[in-house]
T-cell receptor
């Protein structure tokens, strides 16, 4: 299995809703990443997990809450989002944080906040 | 601070022809990694090719090859025999070896590649 699987593919949520994005990989990678990507822009790093521990938080607002329950699974919990949070959310993994290899990305969740 | 510049917002090429996408970067480091990623309309970011700065030999992956000019800080991607499936946004990225936030991927703005049938 050489894939990163993200669910759901599309999500529409109201500003008072709570929802979660899910990311799963079975490649034995021990580093996992959340990125936010606006249309026609490169991805922006949000969080990095290394060996299931939060390693990097790029000053992301607390309405985004990451969680890494095990080495294969990464969640992003969403609460009280704003319309400007609408974007493509990409998950990625790599063998280790700092690995010289490129990252393996999922297909993303297209999030719309209404 | 490191920066990555892709000066071509959009490129088009006739199917079966060759196209070169430009990427320059700015760094004072001697050891680093360079990547080209492809993002088709399906949205998945796909690693096309990677280059380690200490390797002088240009990386090649089937129809994709790079021209890595370390002194000029240039890392262009050549796509030979262009196919319709090559249509996508192409992002050039740089990363230093290491683990903290200073060592994460730095992305260029992207180049949209259009393939004309």
């Amino acid at each position: 299995d050489t894939e990163v699987t993200q669910t759901p593919k599309h999500l529409v949520m109201g500003m008072t809703n709570k929802k979660s994005l899910k990311c799963e990989q079975h490649m034995g990678h021990r580093a996992m990443y959340w990125y936010k990507q606006k249309a026609k822009k490169p991805p922006e790093l949000m969080f990095v997990y290394s060996y299931e521990k939060l390693s990097i938080n790029e000053s992301v607002p607390s309405r985004f809450s990451p969680e890494c329950p095990n080495s294969s699974l990464l969640n992003l919990h969403l609460h009280a989002l704003q319309p400007e949070d609408s974007a493509l959310y990409l998950c990625a993994s790599s063998p280790r944080q700092g690995s010289p290899h490129g990252y393996t990305f999922g297909s993303g969740t297209r999030l719309t906040v209404v | 601070a490191q920066t990555v510049t892709q000066s071509q917002p959009e490129m088009s090429v006739q199917e079966a022809e060759t196209v070169t996408l430009s990427c320059t970067y700015d760094t004072s480091e001697s050891d680093y990694y360079l990547f080209w990623y492809k993002q088709p309309p399906s949205r998945q970011m796909i690693l096309v090719i990677r280059q380690e700065a200490y390797k002088q030999q240009n990386a090649t992956e089937n129809r994709f090859s790079v021209n890595f000019q370390k002194a000029a800080k240039s890392f262009s991607l050549k796509i030979s025999d262009s196919q319709l499936g090559d249509a996508a946004m192409y992002f050039c990225a740089y990363r230093r070896p290491g683990m903290d936030s200073n060592y994460q991927l730095i992305w260029g703005a992207g180049t949209k590649l259009i393939i004309k049938p």
